[in-house]
């Protein structure tokens, strides 16, 4: 078994990034034999200057919330921070719409309960991991993230171009998962929620950016899992930012 899960954590972390159209694919993953989760970067574009304060807006649940690490750890902070710090001339101003535990569902509902004006220049979307913790419906999923995208889009100014998709990080590859002993189960219902949600924004011209082999390295490097034994760590993130950041000020730049 130990054998079978080296070879498929190996193939899982050849994978590049992969966005709805290969020109958004920007950052290639280059595994060697001594750091298997090396990724050589492209530079953050420099952000347009702007008159204008710059509105980011990240939905999700505890990996957009940053469940078990700082604030300024947690990946919305982050990319913030790397795309204000390209032009120091514009302002940045960040909202976090997320908690740990939630599903798609609370999440509609808590965009619905909130006033919120459709003036976002930027939106990220992560969710879905609850969806199969919980052991929901996959079918719900398919009604739900759809609906997600379509309400992040209305945010982000009526411009899917100013929407970007995230893959849901796997979980089973983190000490208090191992315990658990249904590593191959939990991989392979991520892999189907992230399938869908790629396929959509696909057929869709919608970003999506594969974050899930960076967190399928949490076996290997303990410092990719935040204290709890199970999330993602702030050096998780740093890795998330180093590939959605470049393709965000490409979004801010268009």
């Known amino acids: ?3 079978i899960i080296q070879v498929v954590t190996f193939l899982l972390i050849t ?4 966005s709805c159209s290969v020109e958004n694919s920007i950052i290639d993953t280059k595994p060697n034999a001594n750091n298997s989760n090396q990724t050589i970067v492209t530079a953050i574009p420099a952000v347009k200057t702007r008159e204008q304060t710059i509105n980011y807006l990240a ?11 700082c604030e300024k750890c947690t990946f919305p902070f982050q990319l913030k921070t790397a795309l204000q710090n390209t032009n120091l001339k514009n302002n940045f101003s960040s909202k976090v719409i997320a908690q740990t535990g939630w599903t798609t569902t ?5 965009i619905n309960n909130q006033n919120l004006n459709p003036t976002y220049d930027l939106v990220t979307l992560l969710i879905g991991v609850n969806n199969q913790f919980q052991r929901q419906s996959f079918s719900l999923y398919q009604v739900e993230f759809p609906a997600l995208v379509s309400k992040s889009i209305a945010l982000a100014k009526g411009d899917k171009s100013n929407l970007i ?4 990080p796997d979980y089973a590859y983190t000490p208090s998962s191992q315990a658990l002993g249904n590593m191959v189960s939990i991989s392979s219902e991520i892999d189907n929620y992230n399938r869908f949600a790629r396929n959509y924004c696909q ?4 970003l999506f950016i594969d974050i ?7 076996i290997i490097d303990k410092d990719l899992v935040a204290i709890d034994g199970l999330h993602p760590s702030e050096k998780a993130y740093r890795l998330f930012v ?3 950041a470049p393709i965000a000020a490409n979004v801010l730049n268009k």
């Open 15 to 18: 994978l590049s990034i992969t």
């Open 59 to 69: 939905l999700g649940d505890s990996y957009t919330f940053g469940e078990s690490v």
């Open 212 to 218: 899930t082999e960076i967190t399928r390295g949490g």
């Open 242 to 244: 180093e590939r959605i």
């Open 106 to 110: 609370n999440l509609l509902d808590a």
């Open 1 to 3: 078994m130990k054998n």
């Open 203 to 206: 057929d869709n011209g919608i």
């Open 165 to 168: 998709v995230i893959s849901i």
